[in-house]
Nanobody
Framework: QVQLEESGGGMVQTGGSLRLSCSAS????????MGWFRQAPGKEREFVAA?????????YIGDSVKGRATISRDDAKYTVHLQLNGLAPEDTAVYYC???????????????WGRGTQVTVSG
């Protein structure tokens, strides 16, 4: 079992930026990628970004945040960061950290989820 701890989030003005972080612990040998999904009220969970944490530098960014999102990692710390710029009210959602093998993560078929952190964009 992998445990995921998220930080960051909160309220931000339209056009602002924020940074979300997620650290993994536990059975980290059972994963090779970490990433983020989000879910807005009344909508399905949506893929945001993913990054390999071992075996390469592969990064995927979801269409809805492409050009505004950057995902990075801290090697040897099993920590990833999601930087979101140019935020708009439609970015308001609960953001969930996820960890698994990359193919499963991209498919949303994830074994390990964080508890989620609320991002609210206003103004």
């Amino acid at each position: 079992q992998v445990q995921l701890e998220e930080s960051g989030g909160g309220m931000v003005q339209t056009g602002g930026s924020l940074r979300l972080s997620c650290s993994a612990s536990g059975r980290t040998s059972r994963m090779n990628a970490m990433g983020w999904f989000r879910q807005a009220p009344g909508k399905e969970r949506e893929f945001v970004a993913a990054i390999l944490i071992s075996g390469g530098d592969t990064i995927y960014i979801g269409d809805s945040v492409k050009g505004r999102a950057t995902i990075s990692r801290d090697d040897a710390k099993y920590t990833v960061h999601l930087q979101l710029n140019g935020l708009a009210p439609e970015d308001t959602a609960v953001y969930y950290c996820a960890a698994d093998y990359l193919a499963r993560l991209r498919a949303g078929n994830v074994n390990s989820w964080g508890r989620g952190t609320q991002v609210t964009v206003s103004g």
